[in-house]
C-alpha cells in the first residue's frame, strides 16, 4: 500500500482515536445500522459479529434511508430502552443531521463509519463530545477507490479485537461493488485488507480472462453474456454472437471460464476489443455465485434491495439456493438488457450531461446498476456526466448521478456536490461520491426538475 503519510497518518490517529473511546465506553449496548447494498451488509455483519466476539449485546437494522434519521432513531431508540451506542456503517454523510439528534442525547455514544463525501451543508467544525466520526474522506482519501465502508468498518473491529482477522473475506465481499475493477488494481486500504484475507486462506487471486457478473456460469459463452464488467459490446447478452466471438479467438466457448489463462484473455481482448485479463477474487469454503467476490456483492445488494435479512443469512450461506441463482440470472438478464438500449437510443443531450428516463423501474437497485455500468465501462464516453431516472412508485423517482474521474478533474466538481445543489433547488433527499450518487425525488419536485432540467448545466460551472 501506497502512504501518502500526512493523510494516512491524520486518518489513523482519528481511528485510533475513537476505537479508544468505544473501548473506555463501560457497560456498552449497541444498535448497528447500515446501508442494504453489498458494503453495507459486511459492514453490518462485521460489527454483529465483533460485538459478539466481545460479548456485547448488538441489536442489528439495515436502514434504506427511506426516512430522516431523526425520525429514524426516535423509532429505534423507542424500541430499544437499553441502547447507549450507536454505529452507523455505509451510511450517515448527513453530518450535521445527526449530529443535532445526538447533541439532545447525550447519554447515547455514535460511532459514525461512513466512506461518503461528506455535502458541503452537512460538514461538521466540532462535534459533540458522544459523536465519533471516522469518515475517511475527511483526511482526503477516496471512499470508493482506496476505502469502501466495509473495508473501514474492517479496520474499526480488527483493533477491537484480532479474532477478526479471519473475516478480512467479508470486506473483500463488500469492496467489490463499490471498486468496480480487478483485483489487481485494488489499492490503499482497499488493497491491505484483501491482502489480509489472502494470507488468512479465507480468499485467494486467480489470473486470467476476468468477465465480472459472469465468472460463476458454467461455460465462456454464458460467462461472455453475463459480463458486466466489462460489458462486450460484440456480444449484447447474445449467445450466437458471443460464441462466434470466442470462436474467432481461437478458444472454445463450452470451456470453463477458470481454465482460461492471462494469454488466453490477450486473445478475447483483441476479439471483444475490451479488456478481459485480470485477478478476480475466490473465497474458501463457497460455491458457485458465493464463491466469486463480485458475484457474492451483486447478489446480496439485488436481494438486499427488498428483503434485507434474506441477504444477511446469504453471508453464512456455502451457495445460493436455485431460487437465488435465478433472481441473479433474471437480475443480469434485464442489466445488460438495459445497457444495450441506452447505447443504442438518444438521451437527452446538454453541455456537461446525458440524460435518461427508464420509466417505471420494478427494482430501486436496478437504476443504480444501470448507471454505474454503462458509466464504468465508459459506454457514452468520459467527457459527460451521465443521469438516470425511473419512476419507483406512483409519488417518487429516483436518480442516478455517473460519471468518470476525467470529467471530476475537469470540471472540478463530484456527483455528491451537483446533488447537493439540485437538493437545494428541488427537494428531495440524496447524496454520494465524487464519481456515484443517488438521489430520491417526490414526483411534482421531480417534474418541476424534469421541466427545468437544463439547470444541471449551471449547477456544474
Given at each position: 500500500?501506497v502512504?501518502?503519510?500526512?493523510?494516512?497518518?491524520?486518518?489513523?490517529a482519528?481511528?485510533?482515536f475513537g476505537?479508544?473511546?468505544f473501548?473506555?465506553l463501560t457497560?456498552?449496548?449497541v444498535l448497528?445500522v447500515s446501508?442494504?447494498?453489498?458494503?453495507?451488509?459486511?459492514?453490518?455483519?462485521?460489527?454483529?459479529k465483533?460485538?459478539?466476539?466481545?460479548?456485547?449485546?448488538?441489536?442489528q437494522?439495515?436502514?434504506d434511508?427511506?426516512?430522516?434519521?431523526?425520525?429514524?432513531?426516535?423509532?429505534?431508540?423507542?424500541?430499544n430502552n437499553?441502547?447507549n451506542?450507536?454505529?452507523?456503517?455505509d451510511?450517515?454523510?448527513d453530518?450535521?443531521?445527526?449530529?443535532?439528534?445526538?447533541?439532545?442525547h447525550?447519554?447515547?455514544?455514535?460511532f459514525?463509519?461512513?466512506?461518503?463525501?461528506?455535502?458541503?451543508?452537512?460538514r461538521?467544525?466540532?462535534?459533540?463530545g458522544?459523536f465519533h466520526?471516522?469518515n475517511?474522506?475527511?483526511?482526503?482519501?477516496?471512499?470508493?477507490?482506496?476505502?469502501?465502508?466495509?473495508?473501514?468498518?474492517?479496520?474499526?473491529c480488527?483493533?477491537?479485537?484480532?479474532?477478526v482477522?479471519?473475516l478480512?473475506?467479508?470486506?473483500?465481499?463488500?469492496?467489490?461493488?463499490d471498486?468496480?475493477?480487478?483485483?489487481?488494481?485494488?489499492?490503499?486500504?482497499?488493497?491491505?485488507?484483501?491482502d489480509?484475507?489472502?494470507?488468512?486462506?479465507?480468499?485467494?487471486?486467480?489470473d486470467?480472462?476476468?468477465?465480472?457478473?459472469?465468472?460463476a456460469?458454467?461455460?465462456?459463452?454464458?460467462?461472455?453474456?453475463?459480463?458486466?464488467?466489462?460489458?462486450?459490446?460484440?456480444?449484447?447478452?447474445?449467445?450466437?454472437?458471443?460464441?462466434?466471438?470466442?470462436?474467432?479467438?481461437?478458444?472454445d466457448?463450452?470451456?470453463?471460464?477458470?481454465?482460461?489463462?492471462?494469454h488466453?484473455?490477450?486473445k478475447?481482448s483483441?476479439?471483444?476489443?475490451?479488456?478481459?485479463?485480470?485477478?478476480?477474487?475466490?473465497l474458501?469454503?463457497?460455491?458457485?455465485?458465493?464463491?466469486?467476490?463480485?458475484?457474492f456483492?451483486?447478489?446480496?445488494?439485488?436481494?438486499?434491495?427488498e428483503?434485507?435479512?434474506?441477504?444477511?443469512?446469504?453471508?453464512?450461506?456455502?451457495g445460493?439456493?436455485?431460487?437465488?441463482?435465478?433472481?441473479?440470472?433474471?437480475?443480469?438478464?434485464?442489466?445488460?438488457?438495459?445497457?444495450g438500449?441506452?447505447?443504442?437510443?438518444?438521451?437527452?443531450?446538454?453541455?456537461?450531461?446525458?440524460?435518461?428516463?427508464?420509466g417505471?423501474?420494478?427494482?430501486?437497485?436496478?437504476?443504480?446498476?444501470?448507471?454505474?455500468f454503462?458509466?464504468v465501462n465508459?459506454l457514452l464516453?468520459?467527457?459527460?456526466?451521465?443521469v438516470?431516472a425511473?419512476?419507483?412508485?406512483?409519488?417518487?423517482?429516483?436518480?442516478?448521478?455517473?460519471?468518470?474521474?476525467?470529467?471530476?478533474?475537469?470540471?472540478?466538481?463530484g456527483m455528491?456536490?451537483v446533488?447537493?445543489r439540485l437538493?437545494?433547488?428541488?427537494?428531495?433527499?440524496?447524496?454520494?461520491?465524487?464519481?456515484?450518487?443517488?438521489?430520491?425525488?417526490?414526483?411534482?419536485?421531480?417534474?418541476?426538475f424534469k421541466?427545468?432540467?437544463?439547470?444541471?448545466d449551471t449547477?456544474?460551472?
Amino acid at each position: 500500500m501506497v502512504l501518502r503519510m500526512g493523510e494516512d497518518k491524520r486518518f489513523l490517529a482519528n481511528l485510533e482515536f475513537g476505537i479508544a473511546a468505544f473501548q473506555d465506553l463501560t457497560d456498552k449496548h449497541v444498535l448497528s445500522v447500515s446501508h442494504n447494498d453489498g458494503d453495507g451488509l459486511t459492514s453490518s455483519a462485521l460489527v454483529c459479529k465483533a460485538m459478539a466476539f466481545l460479548k456485547v449485546p448488538c441489536v442489528q437494522r439495515v436502514f434504506d434511508r427511506s426516512e430522516a434519521w431523526e425520525s429514524y432513531f426516535a423509532k429505534q431508540l423507542a424500541s430499544n430502552n437499553a441502547i447507549n451506542t450507536v454505529i452507523i456503517t455505509d451510511l450517515g454523510s448527513d453530518e450535521k443531521q445527526l449530529c443535532s439528534f445526538f447533541e439532545k442525547h447525550p447519554d447515547i455514544d455514535l460511532f459514525l463509519l461512513d466512506h461518503h463525501k461528506i455535502p458541503e451543508s452537512e460538514r461538521v467544525d466540532t462535534y459533540p463530545g458522544n459523536f465519533h466520526s471516522m469518515n475517511p474522506t475527511r483526511f482526503g482519501l477516496d471512499g470508493l477507490r482506496e476505502i469502501a465502508g466495509s473495508t473501514l468498518t474492517y479496520l474499526f473491529c480488527e483493533r477491537l479485537t484480532p479474532r477478526v482477522r479471519k473475516l478480512a473475506w467479508l470486506p473483500v465481499i463488500g469492496m467489490a461493488g463499490d471498486i468496480l475493477k480487478t483485483a489487481d488494481k485494488y489499492t490503499s486500504y482497499n488493497k491491505q485488507v484483501l491482502d489480509i484475507a489472502v494470507e488468512e486462506g479465507t480468499a485467494e487471486l486467480h489470473d486470467g480472462v476476468a468477465l465480472l457478473g459472469g465468472m460463476a456460469e458454467p461455460t465462456l459463452q454464458e460467462s461472455v453474456i453475463t459480463s458486466i464488467l466489462p460489458f462486450v459490446a460484440v456480444a449484447a447478452g447474445d449467445k450466437k454472437r458471443a460464441s462466434a466471438a470466442i470462436t474467432r479467438a481461437g478458444l472454445d466457448p463450452s470451456g470453463n471460464i477458470l481454465s482460461f489463462g492471462p494469454h488466453n484473455a490477450e486473445k478475447l481482448s483483441d476479439v471483444f476489443n475490451s479488456h478481459v485479463s485480470g485477478k478476480t477474487v475466490l473465497l474458501a469454503g463457497k460455491n458457485g455465485l458465493l464463491r466469486h467476490s463480485f458475484e457474492f456483492n451483486f447478489l446480496a445488494s439485488i436481494i438486499g434491495d427488498e428483503n434485507a435479512a434474506g441477504a444477511l443469512a446469504l453471508l453464512d450461506k456455502k451457495g445460493p439456493s436455485p431460487a437465488e441463482r435465478r433472481v441473479y440470472a433474471d437480475y443480469i438478464a434485464k442489466l445488460v438488457s438495459y445497457m444495450g438500449q441506452i447505447t443504442t437510443r438518444d438521451g437527452f443531450d446538454r453541455e456537461h450531461f446525458k440524460f435518461f428516463e427508464m420509466g417505471a423501474s420494478d427494482t430501486r437497485q436496478v437504476v443504480s446498476d444501470v448507471a454505474s455500468f454503462t458509466s464504468v465501462n465508459n459506454l457514452l464516453g468520459t467527457e459527460k456526466m451521465l443521469v438516470i431516472a425511473a419512476k419507483e412508485k406512483e409519488e417518487r423517482y429516483k436518480l442516478s448521478f455517473r460519471c468518470s474521474p476525467e470529467f471530476v478533474k475537469a470540471r472540478g466538481i463530484g456527483m455528491g456536490t451537483v446533488i447537493e445543489r439540485l437538493a437545494k433547488q428541488f427537494g428531495g433527499r440524496g447524496g454520494g461520491h465524487d464519481l456515484a450518487g443517488g438521489w430520491n425525488l417526490p414526483a411534482n419536485d421531480y417534474k418541476r426538475f424534469k421541466d427545468q432540467i437544463a439547470v444541471i448545466d449551471t449547477v456544474i460551472r
